[in-house]
């Protein structure tokens, strides 16, 4: 009996490895992409034809091959060598491999996996994903050792641990928050992602954390942001701050806690997400003297926004991001689940959610992306985080929303790119290695046959809608290659593979999509 079953798990073995082996390509001693244009993570305007050669997961060649639509010179370009890989992407557009600076790589609540949510990021050329506190330290440095050594379908994954994750008690003494930084910093994290303490701890915990060289972020929870805001994180050295909580706090004039209405209970989902709706309208008026002095601070401090405008923008639209064409076919039942109304699963706060809470949402994002697009106009560093497998976003989809909205709070669509790759990689001090396409860097790309400049909506693996000289509808763009550690993933293949896992678990469970409330 024992015989058999060690036969039929090698049997299945095989098979997996073999269907992983169909999804990607390499590594190869030699790979030269051919045609492209590039758009490069550092602002600069496209420029094509170019040929990239790439040697062992290095950088080592790009080379302006010609001219748009004059006839490329062969003898001139880069020779393929014995054993190496052409990549033939003439007329393609490429760019810097995406770093999502706040990805949660799935949860139990919403038995979404670790396979199912890195192929969703992969298809959708995120080849670096920080998550900011998981299911624990030693599972994510599993998957992130599998992921240098390629044996999994995965990104690049830093892992930041939740602040007092871990510890047998609570973390109630600076050099308690001390000796567990140390610890974490042992167990091989990369940073640090806080929710708040009181101040004492966090300024141990973040003196600590800097000392040896680590990275931190935090969401300034409302537990703690009464006495510890963006500006008091940012002074004693902390590297980003997540969402916006925080940030207006540090902005108040004429208060010094949020205007909670009597009755508030932060238990209560409603209470929590529909007040903090109303929150900007209580900071300070921008470019009034003390939002342009806050600003300057944060500039001065070499300060990282991470606003994660996606994951609230069901607060301001709750049937657009309820009706996203890509739930029926690539939302997991569990995950849909657990997207629905509750009083008990986090950020399922729809117990009675309107036109007044909405239009105060828009008003809130005014405000907010009046901060964030000046803050990058007077060179401040903002990144690309998701933050999905809440409120009806969906890993990898909502990556691309992130950038659509970092479109719409003003930035061009050049500083959009920026964003998702060079800052993305100075935020998590990895400039050196990804960020741009540069000789020396690692060969992490992204690459689709239409342009992202003209219509971000290319990127996303369902395509842009458009019609055609025969009047007909057609869908265009989706990644077509991801390229990580110079390895080439097909995307399509990638997003295929999600649509079978859904579609089986769909059928196991005899599971249809439906809105709240409709039988």
């Avoid at 396409?437 to 992490?444: H, I, W």
């Avoid at 342009?451 to 990127?459: E, S």
Wanted: glycine letters at 10%; one cysteine or more.
């Amino acid at each position: 009996m024992k015989k058999t079953l060690s036969i039929v798990t090698v049997l299945l073995l095989s098979i997996t490895v073999t269907a992983q082996d169909n999804l990607k390509e390499g590594p190869f001693s030699q790979l030269i992409i051919r045609g492209v244009t590039l758009i490069n993570g550092n602002g600069a305007p496209p420029r094509g034809p170019i040929d990239i050669v790439v040697e062992n997961n290095k950088i080592v060649g790009v080379a302006v091959v010609g001219y748009p639509g004059v006839e490329i010179d062969s003898s001139k370009r880069p020779q393929l060598k014995a054993g190496g890989k052409e990549l033939d992407c003439s007329g393609m557009y490429l760019l810097p491999g995406f770093v999502d600076m706040h990805g949660h790589i799935g949860g139990v609540s919403q038995g979404a996996d670790y396979d199912y949510v890195f192929k969703l990021w992969m298809a959708h050329g995120i080849t670096t994903v920080r998550e900011p506190s998981g299911r624990g330290i030693d599972w994510t440095l599993d998957l992130k050792r599998k992921s240098e050594k390629n044996e999994i379908i995965a990104p690049r994954v830093l892992a930041y641990t939740g602040f007092g994750q871990g510890s047998d008690v609570p973390i109630s003494t600076p050099e308690m928050a001390r000796e567990w930084v140390r610890e974490n910093a042992k167990k091989g994290a990369d940073g640090v992602k806080f929710f708040g303490a009181p101040p004492e701890i966090m300024r141990a915990a973040l003196d600590e954390n800097k000392k040896l060289g680590l990275r931190s972020a935090c969401h300034h929870a409302q537990m703690d942001v009464g006495r510890w805001n963006v500006l008091h994180s940012a002074r004693a050295g902390l590297t980003s701050m997540e969402h916006w909580y925080g940030l207006p706090e540090a902005l108040f004039e004429d208060r010094t806690v949020q205007d909670y209405p009597l009755d508030y209970n932060y238990q209560n989902e409603q209470h929590r997400f529909e007040e903090a709706g109303k929150l900007w309208v209580q900071a300070a008026e921008p470019y009034s003297e003390h939002w342009n002095k806050v600003m300057d601070e944060l500039l001065e401090l070499d300060f990282t926004l991470d606003p994660t405008f996606n994951i609230y923008e069901a607060s301001r639209d709750l049937h657009r991001a309820r009706r996203a064409e890509w739930h029926e076919t690539y939302t997991l039942p569990s995950l849909w689940k657990f997207y629905q109304p509750s009083m008990i699963s986090h950020g399922s706060y729809w117990h009675d959610w309107g036109t007044e809470q909405e239009v105060a949402w828009r008003n809130n994002y005014r405000l907010w992306m009046t901060f964030i697009n000046e803050y990058k106009n007077r060179g401040g560093r903002v990144t690309t985080g998701s933050d999905s497998g809440f409120i009806f976003q969906l890993y990898g989809f909502a990556y691309i929303r992130e950038m659509e909205l970092l479109r719409e709070a003003g930035f061009h669509p050049l500083e959009v790119i920026r964003s998702s790759t060079l800052y993305g990689a100075e935020a998590l001090g990895m400039e050196d290695k990804i960020g741009t396409v540069a000789v020396g860097k690692l060969a992490d790309f992204v690459i689709v046959e239409e342009n992202p400049l003209k219509n971000l909506k290319v990127l996303y693996g369902t395509g842009a809608i458009r019609l055609n000289a025969d009047n007909e509808v057609v869908r265009v763009g989706g990644v077509k290659y991801t390229i990580k550690d110079g390895i080439i993933f097909d995307a399509k293949k990638l997003l295929q593979d999600v649509r079978t896992t859904v579609a089986n678990q769909k059928q196991k469970q005899n599971y249809k999509i439906k809105q709240p409330g409709i039988d």
